[in-house]
């Protein structure tokens, strides 16, 4: 309260209420309060608003990148889900009378494929650059499509598929190096997650190429995306900091400045770039995968891959039709192409939200509704064989949810973490260990489903995959950093400190240690 007798300053533009109200002003009086006097000021507010301008990034140009590299996922996503709608056809044709092991073969070859191309894929596109390799993926993939709709038997089927996973390993590990390389900060979690969109929707052509088409027309349909692959590709610049670990300067800053835009400065950004690399060096030393800076990222995204892997999502993405068929849904095939909408739904829904609330969030939020959904359906395969009339829906249901929260978080985040937390130099090579390592758990998972789900029951294959996910869950929560809206430089910063065990102390995440560094520097 105002001592008595006191009364409240009245602002420039506050009136009593008494007061009648201010006339309009003229049309000729000027916006700014203080008018602009000479020449002088005049040329000062034009720098002002320039300057303002050259500091802002093109996007279009950006998501243009991002797309390019995006067509080469629709067509992973088109060998990935093609046998999830192609597999009840191919059991019913005389012409292959394949058996279940066949089946296992059939669906998990493009993980062997992508096993091999993996553990060179770091080389390649350290050799040749990142664009360079994923324009050779093209002809690969069209070749085993090729295949696969012209073998008059079994083992050429399985050797289309392997020639499929050889050029997927590579769109894999290349893929998400040059998406986490050319976006700014504040855009690289959402344009980075694009592919994995994209993936979605190659899922989404296969079950429908799979509902419409026969087995082999199938192919044709799915080979599509490998031409637009090539296509896109030929239109974007190679990534700038492979070509700066090359030396070709000129070149880096001509693909940045076509990212970016002519009008935003990028000096500054080319100088963060060169000191990281001078800091780590620019020829790849193995120790550095020794090193913390590298040891303990290199940990969290082997988990990422590992969560992506054993919560079943991927089982049922790609024996979809199977196990609608065992869990006595009505007409599978068309049950496949729900599944489609529903994987891309969820796929956009997190690419939406990844810049907004987090890695971190989303993939806790994917794996909870993942291992609840599974168990959930567990439950449904028990009460089913304990002789229990369900109706095919709750199963249908469960699967959709299931699916839906498999794309939320545990198919996009992995692949995004993994290019995001190495250094410059290491990112190909330690990117390639976790697509390898990741390639490894889903040859064992789809390889082992289809047995281990004769010999002790679907109920008990969901109910650990889906206890899993709930635990990998929970140690996400309290163990992997949040690496939202900070550079790859700032991401390199954080590991390099020499500090032991950061989960033991309270949970102390990226964007605290940014902000202690900012606040230290000022």
Not at 98 to 103: D, E, K, N, V
Not at 165 to 180: D, E
Not at 421 to 428: D, E, G, Q, Y
Not at 458 to 482: D, N, Q, R, W, Y
């Amino acid at each position: 309260m105002l001592p008595e007798g006191d009364t409240m300053p009245l602002g420039e533009d506050l009136k009593p209420a008494a007061d009648p109200p201010i006339p309009a002003k003229s049309s000729h009086v000027p916006r700014n309060p203080l008018p602009l006097r000479g020449p002088q000021d005049r040329e000062g507010l034009a720098a002002g608003e320039a300057a303002a301008e050259a500091g802002r990034a093109r996007i279009s140009t950006q998501v243009a990148a991002c797309l390019a590299i995006a067509t080469g996922q629709l067509a992973l996503g088109a060998v990935n889900g093609w046998s999830g709608a192609a597999l009840p056809d191919l059991a019913a044709d005389p012409d292959l009378a394949i058996s279940t092991s066949q089946a296992a073969w059939i669906v998990s070859m493009i993980a062997v494929g992508a096993l091999a191309s993996s553990a060179v894929a770091s080389r390649v596109m350290d050799a040749v650059g990142r664009r360079a390799t994923l324009l050779a993926t093209a002809p690969l993939m069209v070749a085993g499509w090729l295949a696969v709709a012209l073998a008059p038997h079994v083992a050429a089927l399985i050797a289309g598929r392997a020639l499929g996973g050889v050029a997927m390993g590579l769109i894999y590990t290349t893929g998400q190096v040059y998406s986490s390389e050319t976006p700014e900060a504040r855009l690289r979690g959402r344009l980075a997650s694009i592919p994995s969109l994209f993936i979605t929707l190659g899922f989404l052509l296969s079950y429908l190429a799979g509902a419409l088409c026969s087995w082999r027309s199938s192919c044709y349909v799915c080979s599509v995306p490998a031409f637009l692959m090539f296509l896109a590709l030929t239109l974007v610049p190679e990534s700038p900091y492979w070509l700066l670990l090359k030396g070709r300067r000129e070149d880096a800053a001509r693909a940045l400045r076509w990212l970016r835009g002519p009008c935003y400065d990028i000096a500054s950004e080319l100088k963060e770039m060169d000191a990281k690399i001078s800091s780590v060096g620019a020829s790849l030393q193995y120790r550095e995968l020794l090193r913390r800076r590298t040891r303990v990222p290199f940990l969290t995204a082997l988990f990422m891959q590992a969560t992506q892997q054993v919560g079943g999502g991927n089982i049922l993405v790609m024996y979809t039709a199977t196990v609608f068929q065992s869990a006595g849904v009505d007409n599978p095939q068309l049950s496949t192409v729900y599944m489609g909408v529903c994987q891309l739904t969820a796929t956009g829904v997190s690419v939406l939200l990844m810049d907004k609330f987090g890695r971190r969030p989303l993939i806790v939020l994917s794996t909870w509704i993942l291992g609840a959904a599974g168990i959930t359906l567990s439950g449904y395969y028990y009460l089913r064989d304990e002789g229990a009339a369900l109706p095919g829906w709750v199963a249908l249901v469960a699967v959709l949810v299931a699916a839906s929260g498999y794309c939320l978080g545990c198919r996009t985040v992995p692949w995004l973490l993994a290019a995001e937390l190495f250094n410059t130099t290491v990112r190909s090579t330690a990117n390639s260990a976790c697509i390898f390592f990741n390639r490894l758990l889903n040859l064992t998972m789809i390889q082992v489903f289809p047995h281990f789900k004769e010999a002790a029951g679907a109920s008990t294959v969901f109910l650990m995959h889906g206890s899993l996910s709930l635990v990998c869950g929970l140690i996400t929560l309290f163990c992997v950093p949040e690496t939202k809206g900070k550079t790859l430089e700032e991401i390199q910063d954080y590991f390099e400190e020499k500090r032991i065990g950061w989960w033991r102390k309270g949970g102390r995440d990226l964007q605290t240690t940014v902000m202690v560094k900012n606040q230290g520097n000022a």
